[in-house]
Nanobody, 116 residues
Framework: QVQLVESGGGLVQPGGSPRLSCAAS????????MGWYRQAPGKERELVAS????????KYADSVKGRFTISRDTAKNTVYLQLNSLKPEDTAVYYC?????????WGQGTQVTVSS
C-alpha cells in the first residue's frame, strides 16, 4: 500500500501562488508516475499535471500550461505542484495520485479556493 498526504491548499486571492505538496510513504517502490488531479463542484475529476519518476518528464493540462509547475524531490518522496496566476476557475479539490504497475493510489485531497 502507498499512502499519499497532500498539504498546501486554502483560500487564495486571484493571482496568488500557493504550492501544494504530496508526500508518499509505504510501498513506494515501483511508482512510475505521480500526478495532480482536481475536481470542481459539479464537474468530473481532471488531470492537471503528471511527472514520471525516472526521468522527471512532465505533462500539463492545456488550462494550466505556463501557470502551474509540477516537480519532485526523490529524496523526500514528495511531489509538488506550484500554482501561479490563480484564477477563480482553478477553485477545486486537488488530489495527488500515484501509479504502480497494478495499483493506483489517491490522496485525501486538499481544497484550493480562489476568491477575493
Amino acid at each position: 500500500q502507498v499512502q499519499l498526504v497532500e498539504s498546501g491548499g486554502g483560500l487564495v486571492q486571484p493571482g496568488g501562488s500557493p504550492r501544494l505538496s504530496c508526500a508518499a510513504s509505504g510501498s513506494i517502490f515501483g511508482i512510475y508516475a505521480m500526478g495532480w488531479y482536481r475536481q470542481a463542484p459539479g464537474k468530473e475529476r481532471e488531470l492537471v499535471a503528471s511527472i514520471t519518476s525516472r526521468s522527471g518528464s512532465a505533462k500539463y493540462a492545456d488550462s494550466v500550461k505556463g501557470r502551474f509547475t509540477i516537480s519532485r524531490d526523490t529524496a523526500k518522496n514528495t511531489v509538488y505542484l506550484q500554482l501561479n496566476s490563480l484564477k477563480p476557475e482553478d477553485t477545486a479539490v486537488y488530489y495527488c495520485n500515484a501509479n504502480q504497475l497494478y495499483n493506483n493510489y489517491w490522496g485525501q485531497g486538499t481544497q484550493v479556493t480562489v476568491s477575493s
